[in-house]
């Protein structure tokens, strides 16, 4: 799915199992680059704790998830998106059964778990830190984004 700027959805859930990395990682990024032109939230099977891993890679590109509130889908006012992008096996089938009935766009992006990478400091924020930019090159290509450069 490739979008122009008029077809752009204007409200994207990410839902992943317990919303502590990979969906607020997601939300942020998104929130950064389109926040003023999309609605962004996140989601997750379960309610997790706040990453200090998925914090300090977020902060590395002047993003701060630092007062992330991980929520689940219960958590949600409504279902009202556009668009719902899963980011865990788990979570997808979740989507996909809450979405049986309703007109939401689904797509399920398999991203690795940063959280299962063991050793030291330095590899496991390595591992972070290339979820961080898989999830942004998908979205960068999902809503078409380019930045304007020096004129």
Same mark, same amino acid.
């Given at each position: 799915?490739?979008? $122009?700027?008029?077809?752009? +959805? ?6 992943? %199992?317990?919303? !502590? ?20 939230? !996140?989601? $997750?099977?379960?309610? $997790? ?27 949600? &006012?409504?279902? !009202?998106?556009? =668009?719902?992008? !899963? =980011? ?12 049986? %009935? ?12 940063? %959280?299962?990478? &063991?050793?030291?400091? &330095? ?10 930019? $898989? ?11 380019? +930045?304007?450069?020096?004129?």
């Amino acid at each position: 799915m490739k979008a $122009g700027i008029k077809d752009r +959805p204007q409200s994207i859930l990410f839902a992943c %199992t317990q919303n !502590s990395v990979r969906s607020p990682m997601a939300e942020a990024l998104g929130r950064h680059f389109f926040g003023k032109e999309i609605y962004f939230a !996140s989601a $997750g099977l379960k309610q $997790g704790e706040q990453d200090g891993f998925a914090i300090a890679a977020m902060d590395e590109l002047g993003v701060d998830i630092s007062r992330h509130n991980p929520r689940t889908f219960e958590d949600l &006012e409504d279902m !009202s998106f556009d =668009l719902i992008v !899963s =980011l865990s096996p788990e979570a997808h089938h979740k989507v996909l059964d809450l979405t049986r %009935t309703l007109a939401i766009e689904v797509l399920y992006w398999p991203t690795i778990d940063p %959280t299962a990478v &063991e050793g030291s400091r &330095e590899r496991m924020l390595e591992a972070y830190r290339g979820t961080r930019d $898989g999830l942004l090159e998908r979205i960068e290509k999902l809503l078409d984004y380019r +930045p304007m450069g020096n004129l």
